[in-house]
């Protein structure tokens, strides 16, 4: 899919997977911190592995599932500080930052929209450095609805009086590309290399790329290979 920018005014970006690597959030929830509740409850690690991810699935698709509180309470563990114990694993995806250069350069509204709890946030954000791209940043926990629900996208036009016919939408969860498709959002691409610990696979449904460079226009394209290859 070649973009025409021109016909663009703003930018959704998802955060986990979409700009940051997966990678952390796959292994803090999977691995870190089961072992870390295996300890303090002395449960074998293996049986409390499927216990946990019942409990993980059973909050999908509702605010709950990104709530740090929420989690602390329920498995009596303090999310937060682990979360630190890990967070060398938090990384921007190759070609954001390129990217997002691009987006400001050309005068994109450009906003950080994800279902990311405020204590999350705040983490990434003193890592990763990236606030400055953003016109804005938009937590779900803000609007009381997650990216799940269609209703979520007429509610954000509360928040970004944007164009939804002049908007893309860049996700790595199909699920709300399906919403966003729903409420009438046009451009819409899912990131299918969310992780750099897995092999990407297309979306049968979406346009799907690795990289975010994939979407700047060729003569972007073009100076950005010319930096590289001197
Ligand atoms: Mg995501």
Redesign the pocket.
Known sequence: MTIDWNLIDTVLL?????LLD?HFDDHFWLEHVPSAWSRKHRVPLHEAKPMLYDMFRSQERTLNWTDLDYWSDRLGLDIPLLKVEVDHLIAVHPGVIEFLTFLRQSGKETWLVTNAHSKTLDLKMRKTRITGYFNGIISAHDLGLPKEETAFWGKLREKIPYNPERTILG???ETNLGTARAYGIRYLVYVSR?SSSITPEPSKEYHSIHYFTELLPPVAQASLNKTITP
């Open positions: 998802d955060m986990d997977g979409t997966r996700e790595d969860s969310f």
